[in-house]
């Protein structure tokens, strides 16, 4: 089989992410050939005075003005282009320049203050790609993720969950166990959102009217689906091996057991893109921009991840 081709984009280029591509990059010698879409001058920046690095291609913009650039700023300029490195490697994830995308992490104030909505990485893709639904899957070495809801006020999780969303998220969690990590037989829990999944209705009902409804519509199509279940008791069965993915309702359901198993090893995985697309699980971290100090950890497993689940997916 042919090497895969990962297109990875710098992000913000005042934030870590060019750093972070450039320290994963040179521990990633033959894995596979790597473009880099961003700004050279800045990702020379970053390099400073470690030695250059071979095996990949960097696609210029040069969309910085070199004046009066600085790291660690939040600014319109900045937002403006990394979404151009976003534009530039989906271009080339349609003319099959590349074969999958990690992403740096980008500024969602920069972004909005350039004028443009952007919600986020995950949003953003799926509008470009014309995708009819997408989910955002988490992982690390112990553990995988699939979210209900996203970026929303807790107070707004319960009337967000519908049945629906549930049995898409759970088919396509289904589908990329199988296609991207070659699992045959996917086992999969879904937790309850309520303490010790709400006692059979003593204190909340969406277990057992929108979740119950769905796990017994689903098992139609998966065989070894499993809840609602106690959220503590899921998540203590999965990291012991007993399920290969938990179904979250909310970002830190997930989000905490992940970072405390695996605080810098963490992965976001998006499902329901024509191809594979994943990102570190950290943001700009503009406090330690130009700092050299920045764990590239998370970003080499992103770009391990999107190496192995698109070589899996080739292989179906």
């Not at 970053?46 to 210029?60: A, H």
Request: net charge positive; glycine share 8%.
């Amino acid at each position: 089989m042919a090497k895969i081709r990962v297109g990875i984009t710098m992000g913000d280029p005042s934030g870590i992410g060019p750093e972070v591509v450039f320290k994963s990059l040179s521990g990633q010698k033959s894995r596979a050939e790597f473009v880099v879409i961003g700004d050279k001058w800045v990702f020379e920046k970053t390099r400073g005075q470690r030695p250059e690095i071979k095996g990949y291609r960097f696609v210029d913009l040069g969309n910085i003005n070199r004046k009066n650039f600085k790291c660690g700023k939040i600014r319109p300029e900045y937002g403006r282009a990394s979404v151009e490195y976003l534009d530039a490697a989906v271009d080339m994830i349609c003319s099959k320049e590349i074969d999958c995308l990690v992403t740096a992490p980008v500024s969602k104030e920069a972004i909005n203050l350039s004028g443009m909505h952007f919600s986020g990485h995950t949003e953003y893709l799926k509008e470009k790609s014309g995708s009819k639904y997408i989910v955002m899957m988490l992982l690390n070495e112990k553990l995988k993720f699939s979210l209900i809801t996203r970026h929303i006020a807790l107070k707004d999780v319960a009337s967000n969950i519908k049945s629906s969303d549930l049995i898409k998220t759970a088919l396509l969690t289904n589908e990329a166990l199988k296609g991207f990590f070659s699992i045959d037989s996917p086992r999969i829990a879904v937790c309850g959102l309520n303490p010790h999944a709400s006692d059979n209705g003593l204190f909340g009902n969406e277990e057992n009217s929108l979740l119950k409804p769905a796990v017994k519509k689903l098992k139609k199509n998966i065989k070894y689906i499993y809840g609602p279940l106690p959220a503590d008791s899921a998540i203590k069965d999965a990291f012991c091996g007993r399920f290969d993915c938990v179904i979250a309702l909310f970002h830190d359901q997930a989000l905490i057991p992940l970072k405390l198993s695996s605080p810098s090893g963490g992965v976001n995985l998006t499902l329901g893109l024509p191809y594979v697309r994943t990102s570190p699980l950290h943001g700009t971290a503009f406090n330690i921009a130009g700092k050299n100090i920045a764990d590239p950890v998370s970003m080499i497993e992103a770009i391990k991840s999107a190496i192995r689940c698109t070589s899996n997916q080739k292989k179906a």
